[in-house]
């Protein structure tokens, strides 16, 4: 949306990620990031530890179910959504305003860590999702170079994966020009 606050957080998941559904069956995930700017003090050449920031994030649908399988308390985290602002009363009748993260991406940080990505299967996933929505299926016919379309079954439920198997057509060629 136009006017959203964007922000990019990098830090580490204080808890295991809490997994809960809607009444209409959505899925969201709730954690908090703690984030420690790290500055170096140049006359002692000493890295010093900044104030942390204890950001309360939430993340929606299958990437909440994605969160919760794959990221634990400790984990270190990239994180980029939208900044909320959340006003409530609290039971004894005070006005209290939080600063929420609206998670859209997420993801392991590899600097100190490795991690094995996996495809999250999918069931239902409407246009969008996948290769640009429209799957062909697989006939077990490579492309040839004359009318192929240069995609190979998977042998998965039939559908095409444009990057498995070998180039279409004759790719040790010199190009056509």
């Known amino acids: 949306m136009a006017g959203d606050t964007v922000i990019t957080v990098i830090g580490n998941l ?15 995930a709730n954690f908090t990031i703690a984030s420690t700017p790290r500055t170096l003090d140049r006359s002692t050449q000493e890295w010093k530890d900044g104030d942390p920031l204890f950001l309360r994030c939430s993340v929606w649908r299958q990437a909440a179910e994605n969160v919760a399988e794959s990221l634990t308390r400790g984990s270190r ?15 004894e009748g005070e006005n209290r305003t939080v600063i929420e993260l609206e998670v859209d991406e997420i993801g392991p940080s590899l600097r100190y860590a490795t991690a094995t990505v996996a495809k999250a299967s999918r069931s239902g996933d409407g246009p969008g999702g996948g290769f640009g929505g429209s799957a062909q299926r697989g006939t077990g016919q490579g492309g040839t170079g004359q009318g192929g379309t240069g995609q190979r079954g998977t042998g998965q439920g039939g559908v095409a994966d444009p990057w498995a198997g070998a180039p279409a057509g004759d790719a040790g060629e010199e190009p056509p020009f």
Request: overall charge positive; proline content about 7%; hydrophobic content about 35%.
């Open 77 to 91: 985290v990239m994180a980029q959504g939208r900044l909320r602002q959340r006003s409530f009363e609290t039971k």
């Open 14 to 28: 204080t808890s295991d990620p809490e997994l809960r559904w809607t009444p209409s069956g959505a899925a969201v």
